[in-house]
């Protein structure tokens, strides 16, 4: 949903459709990325105090001074466990204490030792484990090297950039008190603020009609990394760009700030709904990442360079780079807080998402349900259309789980309240889609309505919860109820009620199979700056400014919060958000805002998505078919057959747009439809087996090709195309009225085979797949195993029991293997009583057995192998099944044509052990 | 009495089937019972493939039909038959079949899924015959009414063609006159003279006193009419209620503008309206346009003639510039600016200015096979809901207006009949009104259902500015196959 009522006027004015860029800063119009950006790049005023180094166990603190105004930073390094160096720089002795990102990281990182390898004056050399790795660190100017062997990976402070706005007092309120407390620095400080205040906009800024009072004056930071040998990096969502990144010198740099964005732009670096400050790069050899862990309005400036223009000082000593070795420059600033950065060294790109899962935690793994199709709109008007929409489904065959609630079905915008005359009674309702085994998601805001006739309102009133503005009154904005209080969701008080208000008792008309989707979480405050909360704005003792970009993140965890305890901490919660921020992936699933129905906003859900699901985020999706504006039937199948193959498949659509339900463009394109949803649901035990991985182990659904084939430089700019796991390669049709689509299909030596004829291609190559309408060009690797459930019912619940079907796709070597992974669906039981099963499904050497990946976990299943298709196979004599109780020949038919084996009703168990064997 | 006999026999041997797993698989209905002999092998209904018999209903699909699994969810495009006894006899999509959701009401389709389902069939059936028995009254009923309604329209028409047929024919008589009284005139002016302005005096005289009369009685009329609350005041908010009083033309009345026309204040009496209506007289278009069309064109005063009789002929043709004044005063198409003025009509009506042309029109709309929606025509039914009153003038607007003040918003005006072939009758189309903001043009779809009453059932949107009514009208009202029949059909349910 949308900033609609003011965007709306806007929108009159100009006469324009796509974003307002006036609404939002350009890095000229926010003062601190201004200042950071015409920073020179003279040689880094900082140096290390060697004397003041100290080295405990595993930390190592430094102080750094600047020469210009010798104000004092403390450096601390740490080496974390799993190969990553976390880099933590804090003013000295701060005027005030400075904003640490808290509840973002899953606990304190584990640390392993630190020890020195060499010292002397230039600076010191630290040991990372093995010889291999060291850190080197130069004393003047203050710079950090890691090197491997000869080659430095990464470089700290290459080009000088570390900047830190140190806390001032306020000119006119600089009494002697506080010229006292500056100590031993104080008189040079002096001299270094005599110039530095000469700045604009360090004490106050305005932007529009909006003054932000600034009390604290300027405080911003700034680091910058080189990364040498390299020329791709990726990350740092929410943008609407490519995959890969681009060089930001010609225009702004990629801004991260949450912002409720009207009718976005696509391809360029405007700051939208949700940021995750995790950069990855990669190339042949490597992939590292970089975490900037810092919630305060953030720029990231990427240039092309040349190794040998930044390297010097002690690291040359060490490492030899050729110096017309690529390098990608990164500069990252933020304007408060404290820099705080993980290094995450990989190398490989699985290692980087275990290195960035053990800080931020791993994608929750959502009920199966949600795998399934989600129906919005804003908006179902009342019960009876709920029903109608419900049967509309059963009738045309087309299989759904949730559908959705936006605002309009509340009492006048009043969340965990509904509009009386239209849903008059939700239970009734509820029940009915429980009937059908199906659920709903109603929208629950952020933003409370100022009225004294709302229980909600009253009670975060009077237990004085509510963000507050400058001068301390409760902070007031407009949102869609009016005039509204934003919670203050940093508060974990406020966070503990609003959990509770999710009981049934107190979400009245609440049942199971309601779930939540939080918008506007950026905070979207209507007449706010930029569409946002006021910087000034007070969250306990700090500033909107510190916290801004976690906001979201919070509103999330809380409400996930009250749909675990709602159930008395049984049922998995289910929570779609809009804003969010490294760790919201702990609290469900995400989708990219306010797109529209044009055929380059189906395109790019495909990148955005990808470098989401690159910084943990899995659960991603876009609009099926576009919330904005109409989308003609051709571009609505296309958008369904992309949505099927991406994590987070919701239809929704903005209540001034014509209804668009599958079945109201002609029987043809709701076949098309109905055969795309229908695809989905074939294959969700292998997404729920991906969800499961990612929740383990944090490596993304969705993946960019170079993830599974690290070398293949020819993969790293592709972003049309995607992986699903290690096993699917998908390459939607995202062109209007098209006849063709090139597939690149990696791995030297491989094979993959069309999903749907089953035919057998090369890889390596570039493939063109004629299309029709119905196509979706979708192919398995050989070599893999993937489980689907073909017999389509109306929704994901009805399906439970239901027998799977095992496609076996050959490797040139004749091998296979796969998994499958099972569960209750929707309960933590497979956590905290280990009941579920996960199996490893092996062939190899003509026969294809099933054996236990986990013997400690128990769960019973009704579900059986019904059918197993052996593609690229050969015609066997016969076929025997072996299991415990002995052995019994199958039947089968081998179709020369396509070269399938199907091998019929082996009939086991899926979780028995089995073998069967082609003779 | 012989259908009643073979309904019995087909439901009976339906039932047993269902008991008596051995008769026949899961899921076939008994007029296919014949394919699945158990004694031989089992042969696809596409005939594609031959299997087993045991492989009938053995949970794995074989034939590309899913004949052979009419009983389980093994084939996607499978079909399960459910005798469903005491209600209807149905089939369901196999996938339906175990999935622990109740669908056949027998609960036959729920044999293994731990869902315990409830036999909800005699009740079913019951409320079935129930709605059918209500359903086949209202039609029956309702057929009568549109028999009635047909007869009416023949008649209707017949007048009004005689009507069109007489006043082209009495247009070309006046125009006649007029060249026999301008050769009159010409002839005998000088003799004439006299007389005639002596007798336009006393005319004139006349005509001033009843145009005063009229004035008042409109103003007063008027008055009622924007007095919207009926607090004896009408206000600026009523007035804005007509936006075509607009002074300045950009198509909105706003509060000042409305405020001028009645003069400074923010409410008038009915004394102080007097000057009001002289601001306003010859822009306001009465919205009581209905009833005023329909007393004309009943005919029971013939008011077109009265028209005709109180101009004064020699008038016209004597005095060119009183002519122009006239036209001047009430804005009369030039094409009757002779005889065919039309003062009282046109302040209330402003589609019987030009009365032959809306006969003309009317009689040219499309009212049905046998014209059994024309007595819809100028009609306007009303629905109120929680915050509007819609209101819907068939064959004319469709309009919406908020229950507590504020202006009406065009939903559509007629488009044309639009319901699929076959009851082409059943909906209408109306379409270009009031735009939407980034959106289209407000539409409204009317979906008629047989019924007694004429009336306004609901009204939805279940698109933005797409509108959707439910209107029932006898007019829709289709034959009752036969009257006879109709109810012995159901019975035989009841024994079950």
């Given amino acids: 949903m949308v900033w609609f009522l003011v965007a709306g006027v806007l929108l009159v004015l100009n006469g324009v459709r796509a974003v307002d860029r006036s609404n939002f800063k350009t890095c000229d119009q926010s003062s601190f990325c201004k200042r950071m950006r015409t920073m020179g790049l003279d040689q880094s005023p900082y140096r290390a105090i060697l004397e003041t180094l100290e080295l405990s166990d595993s930390r190592l603190t430094l102080q750094l001074i600047n020469d210009n105004n010798k104000v004092r930073l403390l450096l601390e390094l740490y080496r974390l466990q799993g190969n990553m160096t976390r880099l933590k720089i804090n003013e000295l002795k701060p005027l005030r204490s400075r904003f640490e990102v808290p509840d973002v990281l899953v606990g304190e990182p584990p640390t392993k030792p630190l020890s020195m390898v060499s010292r002397d004056e230039a600076g010191v050399v630290l040991s990372l484990g093995t010889d291999a790795h060291q850190l080197v660190l130069n004393a003047r100017p203050f710079r950090l090297d890691i090197v491997e062997g000869a080659r430095v990976l990464l470089s700290v402070n290459g080009r000088g950039l570390l900047a830190f706005e140190h806390l001032r007092p306020r000119k006119d309120t600089n009494t002697q008190k506080d010229s006292e407390g500056e100590e031993t620095t104080e008189g040079a400080q002096e001299e270094g603020e005599e110039r530095e205040e000469e700045e604009p906009g360090m004490w106050e800024e305005t932007f529009k009609s909006h003054v932000d009072s600034k009390p604290n004056g300027p405080s911003s930071i700034s680091l910058d990394f080189s990364l040498p040998g390299v020329e791709h990096v990726y990350g740092i969502p929410e943008h609407a760009e490519n995959l890969r990144l681009k060089t930001t010198d010609k225009g702004d740099p990629y801004r991260l700030y949450n912002l409720d964005v009207f009718q976005y732009e696509l391809y360029n670096p405007m700051a939208l709904y949700g940021a995750v400050p995790v950069l990855l790069s990669h190339n042949a050899q490597r992939t590292m990442g970089i975490f900037w862990l810092n919630a305060a309005e953030t720029w990231v400036d990427i240039s092309a360079n040349t190794a040998g223009k930044t390297l010097s000082g002690k690291v040359l000593d060490h490492a030899q780079v050729p110096s017309d070795a690529p390098q990608t420059d990164v500069r990252w600033f933020s304007e408060s807080g404290i820099i705080d950065v993980f290094i995450m060294l990989g190398p490989k790109p699985s290692d980087v998402f275990t290195q960035y899962a053990s800080l931020t935690g791993t994608q929750s793994f959502p009920p199966l349900s949600t795998l399934g199709y989600h129906q919005c709109r804003w908006n179902y008007n009342d019960q009876e259309d709920v029903r109608a929409v419900d049967a509309g489904f059963d009738e045309h065959d087309i299989p759904y789980d949730f559908i959705w609630l936006d605002i309009e079905h509340t009492d006048g915008k009043r969340y965990f309240t509904w509009d009386a005359a239209n849903f008059p009674q939700p239970r009734d309702m509820l029940r009915g889609l429980q009937d059908k085994r199906r659920k709903m998601v109603a929208i629950v805001d952020p933003h409370i309505k100022v009225d004294s006739g709302y229980r909600i309102h009253n009670e975060i009133r009077s237990r004085n919860l509510y963000v507050k503005d400058k001068d301390g009154g409760n902070y007031e904005g407009w949102c869609w109820p009016g005039t509204a209080g934003y919670p203050d969701f940093t508060d974990p008080e406020m966070r503990a009620w609003w959990a509770s208000m999710f009981a049934y008792d107190k979400y009245e008309g609440s049942m199971e199979n309601l779930y939540t989707w939080n918008d506007m979480n950026e905070p979207s405050v209507f007449n706010g700056p930029e569409v946002t909360m006021h910087k000034d704005a007070i969250h306990g003792t700090w500033e909107h400014r510190d916290v801004h970009n976690l906001y979201g993140l919070y509103v999330q965890m809380a409400t996930a919060e009250g749909l675990i305890q709602r159930s008395g901490g049984v049922e998995r919660p289910f929570v779609l958000t809009r804003a969010f921020f490294a760790g919201s992936q702990r609290y469900g699933a995400v989708w990219t805002g306010d797109n529209a129905a044009e055929w380059g906003h189906l395109k790019i859900s495909i990148p955005m998505c990808l470098s989401l699901g690159l910084v943990g985020i899995s659960f991603c999706g876009a609009d099926v078919g576009g919330f904005f504006k109409n989308p003609g039937p051709e571009l609505l199948v296309r958008w369904y057959q992309t949505g099927a193959y991406q994590p987070f498949f919701r239809a929704h659509a903005h209540l001034d747009t014509p209804r668009r339900e599958p079945w109201l463009f002609g029987p043809q394109n709701t076949a098309l439809i109905r055969d795309a949803v229908r695809q989905r649901y074939a294959l969700l035990p292998y997404w729920y087996q991906l969800f499961y991985h990612a929740h383990r182990t944090g490596e993304p659904v969705m993946r ?211 073998t069967v064997l082609l003779q | 009495m012989f259908r009643l006999q073979v309904f019995l026999i087909v439901s009976l041997g339906a039932a047993l089937g269902a008991a008596v797993e051995v008769q026949r698989p899961r899921g076939v209905p008994l007029e296919k019972r014949h394919f699945y002999d158990e004694s031989r092998p089992f042969t696809c209904l596409d005939g594609s493939r031959t299997i087993p018999f045991d492989r009938v209903n053995d949970d794995y699909c074989d034939c590309k039909d899913g004949s052979d699994e009419p009983g389980t969810a093994a084939c996607p495009n499978g079909s399960f038959h459910c005798t469903n006894a005491g209600f209807r006899a149905t089939f369901i999509p196999s996938s339906r079949i175990n999935d622990g959701v109740c669908d056949c009401c027998d609960t036959t389709d729920e044999y293994n899924s731990g869902v315990s389902c409830q036999n909800t069939c005699r009740e079913l059936g019951q409320k079935e015959r129930e709605t059918l028995e209500k359903m086949a009254e209202i039609t029956r009923e309702g057929f009568l009414l549109k028999r009635q309604l047909i007869e009416e329209a023949k008649q209707g028409l017949q007048e009004k063609q005689g009507k069109l047929s007489e006043l082209q024919a009495s247009r070309k008589e006046h125009e006649e006159k007029v060249d026999a009284l301008r050769t009159v005139k010409e002839t005998a002016e000088q003799p004439e003279r006299e007389a005639k302005e002596r007798h336009l005096k006393a005319w004139e005289a006349q005509k001033a006193a009843l145009q005063l009369e009229k004035e008042k009685a409109k103003m007063a009329e008027v008055f009622l009419e924007l007095d919207g609350d009926a607090d004896g005041l009408v206000s600026v908010s009523e007035l804005q209620t007509h936006q075509e009083l607009d002074p300045d033309g950009d198509g909105a009345l706003t509060d000042t503008e409305a405020q001028g026309l009645l003069s400074g204040a923010d409410k008038v009496d009915s004394a102080g309206f007097q000057n009001v209506w002289s601001n306003i007289k010859d822009k306001y278009v009465s919205e009581v346009r209905g009833p005023s069309c329909l007393l004309l064109k009943s005919g029971e005063t013939d008011f077109w003639l009265e028209v005709s009789v109180h101009s004064y002929p020699e008038d016209d043709a004597g005095d060119e510039e009183d002519d122009e004044e006239e036209d001047d005063d009430d804005d009369v198409p030039e094409e009757y600016d002779d005889k065919v003025t039309c003062h009282r009509c046109r302040p209330m009506c402003a589609t019987c200015s030009s009365l032959p042309e809306s006969l003309e029109k009317e009689i040219s709309f499309d009212f049905g096979p046998s014209a059994e929606f024309a007595y819809l025509y100028s009609q306007c039914y009303e629905l109120t809901t929680n915050e509007y009153i819609y209101r819907l003038c068939p064959f004319n607007r469709v309009s919406q207006k908020p229950k507590y003040g504020g202006s009406e918003t065009n939903l559509g005006s007629w488009g044309s009949w639009n319901g699929p072939e076959g009851s082409k009758y059943s909906i209408m189309k109306y379409d270009h009104g009031t735009g939407c903001w980034q959106g289209p043009n407000r539409s409204t779809t009317v979906k008629l259902t047989c019924g007694k009453e004429t009336a306004v059932l609901s009204t939805s949107e279940p698109s933005r500015c797409e509108y959707l009514m439910e209107f029932s009208t006898p007019a829709i009202c289709q034959e009752p196959p036969s009257l006879e029949t109709v109810a012995p059909e159901t019975d035989p349910h009841d024994e079950f």
């Fill in chain 1, 704 to 914: 960019p090709l170079w993830v599974e084939y690290p070398q293949d430089v020819a993969t790293f700019t592709i972003d049309d195309q995607f992986l699903l796991g290690r096993h699917l390669l998908v390459h939607p049709v995202t062109e209007q009225g098209s006849q063709g689509v090139s597939v690149y299909l990696p791995g030297v030596g491989e094979v993959w085979y069309d999903a749907h004829t089953f035919r057998r291609h090369d890889g390596d190559q570039n493939l063109f797949v004629p299309v029709t309408l119905s196509s979706i060009p979708v192919f398995q690797r050989g070599g893999s195993i993937i489980p689907r459930k073909v017999r389509i019912r109306r929704s994901s619940t009805c399906m439970e029991n239901d027998p799977y079907t095992l496609y076996v796709a050959l490797s040139p070597q004749g091998t296979a293997d796969g998994e499958i992974y099972i569960d209750d669906g929707h309960t933590f039981n497979y956590d905290r009583q280990k009941q579920f099963i996960h199996r490893r499904l092996t062939f190899a050497n003509s026969s294809l057995s099933s054996s236990n990946l986990s013997a400690d976990s128990q769960f019973t299943t009704a579900s059986w192998i019904e059918r197993v298709l052996i593609l690229g196979g050969q015609e066997p004599s016969a076929v025997t099944l072996r299991t415990a109780d002995g052995s019994r020949s199958l039947e089968f038919e081998f179709d020369a044509a396509t070269s399938v084996l199907t091998i019929h009703k082996p009939g086991v168990n899926a979780g028995s052990d089995w």
